[in-house]
Every structure is written in C-alpha cells, then in structure tokens.
C-alpha cells in the first residue's frame, strides 16, 4: 500500500494519507480531485478534497484557508455536509469531509424540470442550511446545484460552504454551465469568487459580497429546478456575465403551476440591488413555508423533515404552537391569503436579571423580528442578552460587560452597542469577540444601523447627529444643535429603511429634561434638511408601513406616517398597551420589527438603587454607611468634613436638600417644600444653596447649612438657568444657559422677591456647559463639544479678553478645579490636568489617575465632586432600575393600527 508523499496526482485506491485509505475517486474540479477513503480510526467512509499542488505551495494562501477551514468547521447543521478536518502528508494538503450519499441537484436537474413540490421542498431545505450558516457569518459565496447533493432519503445536504472565499484560486473553463470558481485575491475588494451562471451581479464586478450574494444565487437555483434551464446563460463565461448584469430570467419558462408567492420570491431573490433583494433568506423561506405548508403533496414530508420551530423557547408551551403556525412573526402573506391575526404572548426575564436602567433604549429587535436583544444587569454586572427564534433559554453575549443602547445591523448579523470607557462596539450574534468602531464618546444619547452599512449615533450630551462606518472610520457630523432655535440637544436616531432618513429627537432649552417640550424631526441625508414632524414628545420609532411610535407624558403615542415623503398624516392617538416610557430621563422600552411586530416591557416602578462612594487619588473606593436611595448632587464643603446632596429622582416634587457629616454620619434634611436639587456651598461653609423647581416661587435659594435660620431666595427663574459655580466671594453666579451658552450673574447685596433678585446677568463668549472658576477666579473651566460631535475641556479668562485654551484631544466633560489641577471625566476614566494661573495661564498633559463605574448621566449639572485639596472623591453609583420581569411580544401588532388613520 503506497504513501501518498511517494505518489504523484491523481491518487491511486489503496493509497494512504494519515490515517485515511484512499478507495475510489469520485470527481474533480476547480479545488481538486475528491475521493472517497476510509477513516481507519472511527471505521467510518469519508471524502477527501486534495488541494492543488499550486496551491498548497503557496504558502499565504494555504495560510489563509486554514483558518478559513476552521470557521467553517464551526458549522453543524443536518442539511450541511460537515468539514472534519485538515490533513497533511508531505507536500500534499487534503479537506476530510462528510462522505454525502446520493446525486447532485445538476444531475438531477439534467432530468428535466422538478416537479413544483419537489423543488420546493428542496429549496426549504438549502435555505436553512443558508440561514444556519448566514447566522454564524459564514457566506457559501458558490451555491450551485453542482454543490447541492440529494440522499436517498431526500435530505438535502449543501456541500462546500465558503470554500470558494477559503481557496481564491481556481483554473477556469470556457464552459459556463459548468464554470469553475472564478477567483482573484480572496479577502480583498476586487475579488471575482462564484460560479458565473449563479453569480449575484456585486460578485460579478468584483465587489465585496455579504449573504445577500447567496441570496441571489439561492434565487437562480430554485428557477433552474422549477423551469430545467439556467436563470442567466451564454456561449462563454463573459457572455453569461454580461446576462447576469443585463437581462432579467425569462418568466414566462416557469411553469404555469408555479405559485404567486413562489414568483414573488424569486423576483426578491433575483433583484439586482442588493438593498432592495431579500436581505435574509428567512424571509425567502418563510414565504415558500406557507406554500409548503398549503400543498397537500408536501404537507406530510415538510412536517416530518428537520426545520426551524419558530417561537420556540419564548413562550410556554401552549403558545409555541400558536407561534410556529405563524412561521414566526410574519411572513409576506399570498394576495388571497387573509392576514395572520394578532397574537400576544410573553417572553420571561431570567430570575436575578434585572433591566438596565439608561438614557439609551434598553431593549431592540431584529428587523426581521427573529432576535431580541436587551440591556441587564445580572448578579451586579450589566451586559447584554439574546433572545433568538428556536433557543430555549436566553443567552449573555460576552464580551458587552457595561453595555448600553443595543441596536441591530440591518442584516440581523450584528449588534452595536455603546461600551465602557467611551467606545463604540459590535459584536456578531452568532458569537464572537465585539469590535471597536470607535472610541471618544463623551454621552450616548443613541444609535442607528442604515441600510448603507454606517452607523448614526450622538457622540455628547449637547452634539448633533454623526455618522460612522461600520467597519470604523472617521466621525462625519450631519446635523448641529441650533441654540437660535432654543434647541439643546439631537439624540435618539432611527434610521428609516433605505438609510436616506433618521428620525431623532429635538430636546429644548425651555425645559432641560423635560421631553414633552422635544420635538421629534426627521434629517433627509441627501439633501441635509431637516423637517420638524412633532412637537411635545421623543423617541420615535418606525413602524412600518405607515407609522410612528413616540413617547409623551410616560406614555406611547402612536401617528399615522408616510415614510416615502417623510410626513405625518394624521393625528397621534395612545396606544392600549402599557408601554414603560419615561421621556424625563429619555427611556421607553418598546421596538418594533421590520413586520410591525411590537416588542416592549409594560409598564413598571422606578425603584432607587444607588449609593454615595468616597475615592482617594489611586481609586479606593468607599461606600458611605447611608441607605440606598436616589442621591444626586453631591459637593463637599469647602474644609472637606461635610457633604451636601439631593435625595429624590432630579427635578422632580420629591427632590430635597441634605447635609451629611462625614464623622459620625450625621443626616440633617435641609428642604421640605419638594423639586430641591443641585445644591452647592457658600465659600465660607456656613450656607447652603440650591435650586427650587417649586410650583410656585421657582428660582435658587439658600438656607444655613445646619438646618437652622430662613430660607433665602438669592436668584430667579432657575428653568432657563443650571448654575455650575459660585464665586468665593459669594457675588458671581456661573451657570449653563439651555443654549448651551456660559452667562454669569452678579447677585444683588440683599435680594429679595420684590426686586427680582436676577442681578445683572450677561452671557458669556462661550459655547459650553459646567463652567467652574480657578480659584483666584482669573478663568473658567468648561466642556464644549467639538464639531458638534465629541465634548472637550477647555479653559477661558474670565476678564472676557478672549484668552483661550483646549486641554483635550481625546473627549472630556464637567471639570472641577481645585489648587493647582483641573480633573475631569472622560467615560469611566477620572483624569487630571496639573494648571498655573499666575504668571500666565499653563497647563500640563492630561493624566488618568483611576476607572470606575459612576452615575454621571445628568449633564450639564455634575453628579461627582472633588474636595478642595484635590485629595477626595465623591460619586454616585447606580441609580433607578425597573422591577419589570418580563417583555411582550405582539405579532402582526401594526395591522390593527390602520383603522386608527
């Protein structure tokens, strides 16, 4: 028995290669030969792929389908043929294979046309073997029937799934019927990878592909079976290029049984854009599903073989039923099909999960309705968590330690998210380490994944609109906060479905935090206009085909839209669901699919989880003995032994002033007339002052720090003004205007409610927030975003003679200035940036002294402090979460909103 490293090619029975016996040949072509050979080890036939010799030489190439080979082995499926394994023996490289019994769909196709059923039924069957690999991201990239094998049993079993990308080297062949891989340097744009007749018209001009490539070539094998001809064909291989760039099929060969829904699919599978060509085979199946499911010659065989159960695992068992007779949400019905009906069912949060509560929407949905995804926390650590079609249990996606504002790609591939320390994530659903997009971030206020592969978020607390590829890239800006127009900030996009529009919410300066005074706009990317669609209300979703989801007044509105001339036409109305929206924070947990399924958490009690943490310069954190409540605010006094804060949800009627003792623990309540927040000491310790959003008499008052004496009004109309810094000499208020401009105040010696007590205000030459004095009081220290994009630190001389300096380059906001340093905060990073007054203003490079996980979502007021000697920390951690356990799902939700127009 010969060794195969003494042999030349073709191989020979009886040859050896490992521990393989080599028993017949069975074919070649452009990869190969391939033979059948026995596994002496598990006594079992495989089939051997033995690489070219021109290959295997090549050592790079051979490098890269290596690691190809391994991902693809990752596939385990019924309706695909399984890679075992690679082997080598001398200069000879080999793929073990499974050994697939039976004919070839081209053998069999060369019979003649397949009867209807029988071709359907097949075409069910390499669509899941499609979607099973397209979930894992693996593109076969050389569908054929020459690549489709049929066992005697009539299991279809797809061969070589993304062999084509792994090998990128083939010899050709004038023949295209028969065409070999057409390749050229695989992993870069520019590679020609495909048999021609099935090529899709990207991979035709050399373009890089995703699934959808599959998805055209899925569309020409399911027309070849029905009709005995090649959709696209020519006397070469450039003839048969030129029909898959230029001529549509010849319909009219499909025969005259072919079903309506059947025709509908193909037209989607062979459209040549791939933006409007079904863009998950899912959709494609589904569709053919009902077919199956309504012929009596199918019936018994699709119900007997393997497929998807849909719903399965999201529901009790009384409703999977329900849910797999829908074929999983919604698929395109047949004209004459009457539509599915409504069905509502829910989805249990795992015991111990608890929603993460966030400025960014907690939960998403996959387009295609088949994926649920949502923040939690988990054992005190927040992550994300999948929920998909046909699993049990629902499953943490690692790596999204800290996420917030999950969204998906168009494709369902793939989710964003916004991470630890400012970044900019995604990370594939069918497992595998996230990827950095970006990094910079300052405060998410949401994000969006277009049909053209970018990505629209708001990168700050006062930014516009920017845009990012996907793969990385360079921050565009596409809109910018108006100040003129009392505009404060641009959060919350939503892509339409074509990437062409975004709908985002435009918050007010009449209000800060106060949604019901947003209006909700929508950006026409081509021609850069905005348009106003609502005002009062925020975070609108689409809900095709004809409407918008938005929230108002802790409840979700629901106004007929059309989404081709980005108009409302008609009146908003609520929505009978218990939808949990709350628009002062900006949260509402609800998203609905590409089919108008709705998904959302009822309606639930904010209950108060956080905490007040001490740090020192090297981040030892210690927790203050005091109950978990709703703390914001904090500010030490001046000589560093006390601490004043709000309790309450900021701004809010139950908001109050304390004054805690850092030795002994002391409590004293300050306020007690209700919307008491922001407090902030007199230089000398003795007082307290804080802002009042009373109902009536608001504005900015103080009172003595122990509790004792009156009540003082220092300042009015606190609504359009968040004070930031007072003076040390007590006369010169600093606060961040709702037009995101710095003013400055000078408080009269004896205010009182007769005279106003407004001072004499004036605006700053600054575009910023959280403004602080140095402590001679020479300059101001502000956050200002940069390109409307991403916040820095700045420092200003407050004598308005211009002097100007930016300390950051990398993000950065809410300064504090103590002695000689100026620190900050850039995500979880504390920093620091050593600073000189006098002679003239100068500033060192920017230093992180520690990380932790914090509360800082209230800006422009700073929830976080720094004593005065530069040598204490005071931070909130946690904050409000919902006691909400469960998610609801309503199928075909939206068909009931048509009547409401």
């Known amino acids: 028995m010969g060794d195969v490293r003494s042999l030349r090619l073709p191989l020979t029975a009886s040859s050896r290669l490992g521990p393989y016996e080599i028993l017949a040949p069975l074919g070649a072509g452009g990869m190969g030969e391939v033979y059948r050979a026995r596994d002496a080890k598990l006594n079992r036939d495989v089939a051997i792929k033995v690489l070219p010799p021109a290959f295997a030489a090549d050592a790079e190439r051979l490098a890269r389908f290596q690691r190809e080979a391994q991902v693809l082995a990752s596939l385990n499926h019924p309706q695909i043929a399984a890679i075992y394994g690679l082997e080598k023996a001398g200069e000879v490289e080999a793929l073990v294979l499974e050994l697939v019994e039976g004919e070839t769909l081209a053998e069999r196709i060369a019979r003649g046309p397949l009867p209807v059923d029988d071709a359907l039924e097949i075409s069910r069957q390499i669509a899941d073997a499609l979607e099973a690999a397209h979930e894992k991201g693996i593109v076969h990239r050389d569908l054929k029937p020459a690549n489709v094998k049929i066992t005697p049993q009539g299991k279809v079993k797809v061969l070589d799934f993304g062999l084509a990308k792994a090998a990128a080297g083939d010899s050709t062949s004038p023949d295209a019927t028969h065409s070999p891989t057409l390749t050229a340097a695989a992993t870069q744009a520019g590679v020609v990878i495909g048999t021609a007749a099935y090529m899709s018209p990207e991979q035709a001009r050399g373009r890089a592909v995703d699934k959808r490539a599959d998805i055209w070539a899925f569309g020409a094998v399911v027309y070849e079976m029905l009709t005995g001809r090649k959709a696209f064909e020519g006397e070469t291989v450039s003839d048969t290029l030129a029909a898959v760039l230029m001529r549509d099929p010849d319909w009219s060969a499909l025969p005259a049984a072919t079903p309506p829904a059947v025709r509908r699919v193909l037209k989607r599978c062979l459209d040549r854009n791939p933006k409007t060509r079904f863009h998950d085979v899912a959709d494609a199946r589904l569709e053919m599903d009902e077919t199956i499911e309504t012929s009596p010659a199918v019936a018994a065989p699709a119900a007997s073989s393997p497929r998807l159960v849909g719903g399965a695992g999201w529901i009790v068992a009384a409703a999977v039923a329900a849910i797999a007779a829908l074929g999983w949400w919604r698929a395109v019905s047949a004209p004459r099909t009457p539509p599915p009906p409504r069905t509502a069912f829910a989805v249990a949060i795992p015991a111990g999960d608890t929603f993460a509560y966030d400025d960014t929407p907690v939960l998403a949905v996959s387009r295609d309705g088949r994926r649920l995804v949502y923040a939690a926390e988990r054992a005190g650590t927040r992550q994300l968590f999948l929920r998909t079609m046909g699993e049990l249990d629902t499953r943490p996606l690692d790596g999204t330690t800290g996420a917030r504002g999950p969204f998906f790609s168009p494709d369902g591939q793939w989710i964003g998210f916004f991470s630890e320390g400012g970044r900019l994530k995604k990370v594939p659903v069918g497992g595998g380490p996230p990827q950095t997009i970006y990094e910079g971030i300052t405060a998410q206020r949401g994000g969006t994944w277009a049909d053209d592969d970018s990505i629209i978020l708001t990168t700050d607390y006062a930014a516009g609109l920017s845009r990012i590829p996907a793969r990385g890239g360079r921050l565009e800006p596409l809109t910018k906060v108006d100040a003129g127009k009392s505009e404060r900030t641009h959060r919350w996009p939503e892509a339409l479905p074509g ?84 628009p002062s924070s900006g949260i509402a947990y609800f998203a609905v699919s590409g089919d108008g399924s709705l998904v959302y958490a009822p309606g639930a009690t904010e209950v108060a989880e956080s905490k007040l943490l001490l740090a020192d310069r090297k981040g030892t954190l210690t927790e203050l003995p005091l109950p978990a409540r709703q703390y914001r605010f904090p500010r030490f006094s001046p000589d560093g032994t006390r601490l004043t804060f709000s309790i309450g949800s900021g701004r809010g009627a139950d908001d109050e002033v304390w004054v805690y003792q850092l030795a002994g623990g002391a409590l004293t309540r300050l306020t007690f007339s209700g919307g008491n927040f922001s407090p902030f000491w007199t230089n000398d310790g003795q007082r307290v002052a804080y802002v009042s959003a009373r109902t009536k008499d608001e504005g900015i008052y103080s009172r003595p720090a122990d509790g004792s004496g009156t009540e003082q ?38 205010p009182s409610a007769e005279d106003g007590a407004r001072g004499d205000a004036h605006m700053l030459d600054l575009e910023g927030f959280g403004g602080v004095f140095s402590p001679d009081e020479r300059y101001i220290a502000y956050s200002a975003a940069v390109g409307g994009a991403v916040s820095e630190i700045f420092v200003q001389a407050a004598d308005g003679s211009g002097a100007k300096w930016q300390l950051t380059t990398d993000g950065g906001f809410l300064p504090v200035w103590s002695g000689n340093e100026i620190f900050y905060v850039k995500a979880t990073q504390v920093r620091v940036i050593g600073a000189q007054t006098k002679p003239v203003f100068q500033a060192g490079p920017p230093r992180t002294l520690f990380e932790g996980q914090f509360d ?25 979460v919902l006691t909400t356990r469960e998610v609801n799902v309503v199928l075909n939700w939206s068909r009931d909103l048509a009547p409401r127009k």
Request: charged share 25%; aromatic share 10%.
């Open 499 to 582: 990437g062409e529009a975004v709908l985002f919410t435009i918050g007010s300066t009449k209000s800060p935090g106060n949604y019901d005074d947003a209006k909700i706009a929508v950006l026409d990317r081509k021609t850069g206009t905005v348009r106003t669609l609502l005002e009062g209300g925020s975070m609108a979703r689409y809900c095709p085909p004809d409407h918008l989801l938005y929230v108002r007044s802790r409840a979700v509105l629901a106004v007929p839209f059309d989404a081709k001339r980005l108009q409302v036409t008609g009146e908003p109305f609520p929505l009978s669901e218990k939808i949990a929206g709350d």
């Open 856 to 880: 800082l979502r209230t800006m422009p007021l700073r929830n976080y402090d720094v004593s005065r000697d530069g040598q204490r920390f005071v931070f909130v951690q946690g904050g409000s």
């Open 713 to 750: 009004w220092i300042y009015g109309d606190y609504t359009a003004r968040l004070p930031s810094d007072l003076s040390r000499d007590g006369k010169t208020l600093l606060f961040t205007h709702p037009s995101n401009q710095l003013w400055v105040t000078t408080l009269k010696d004896k």
